[in-house]
C-alpha cells in the first residue's frame, strides 16, 4: 500500500506561482508514472501532468509553458511548479501514482490539496 500525501495548495491571485508537492511512503522510482491531476466543481477529474519512470512528461493543453513537473527520487516526492495561474486552474489537485507489476497495475491516489486562484 502506498501514501501520498500533497501539500502547497491555497489561495493565490492571477499570474501568481504555487509549488504542489507530493510525498510518497513508496519508492516512486519504482513507479511506472506519477500525476497530478485536477477536479473543478461540477466536472471530471482530469490529467494535468505526469511524469514516467524514464523522465518523460506529458502535459495537458490548457497548462503547456506554465506548469512543470519533477521528481525528487531520493525524497519520494514529486512537483508540480504552477506559473501565470488563472481562474480556470482553480481546482482540487491530486496526485496519483501509477505501479505495474507481474501481478498487474494499480493506481493509488492522494486526498487532494485546493488551489484557487482568484483576486
Known amino acids: 500500500q502506498v501514501q501520498l500525501v500533497e501539500s502547497g495548495g491555497g489561495l493565490v491571485q492571477p499570474g501568481g506561482s504555487l509549488r504542489l508537492s507530493c510525498a510518497s511512503s513508496?519508492?516512486?522510482?519504482?513507479?511506472?508514472?506519477m500525476g497530478w491531476y485536477r477536479q473543478a466543481p461540477g466536472k471530471e477529474r482530469g490529467l494535468v501532468a505526469q511524469?514516467?519512470?524514464?523522465?518523460?512528461?506529458e502535459y495537458t493543453d490548457s497548462v503547456k509553458g506554465r506548469f512543470t513537473i519533477s521528481r525528487d527520487n531520493a525524497k519520494n516526492t514529486v512537483y508540480l511548479q504552477m506559473n501565470s495561474l488563472k481562474p480556470e486552474d482553480t481546482a482540487v489537485y491530486y496526485c496519483?501514482?501509477?505501479?505495474?507489476?507481474?501481478?498487474?497495475?494499480?493506481?493509488?491516489w492522494g486526498q487532494g490539496t485546493q488551489v484557487t486562484v482568484s483576486s
Open positions: 496519483k501514482a501509477f505501479y505495474c507489476s507481474a501481478h498487474g497495475c494499480t493506481d493509488y
Open positions: 513508496g519508492s516512486i522510482i519504482r513507479a511506472n508514472a
Open positions: 511524469i514516467t519512470t524514464w523522465g518523460r512528461t
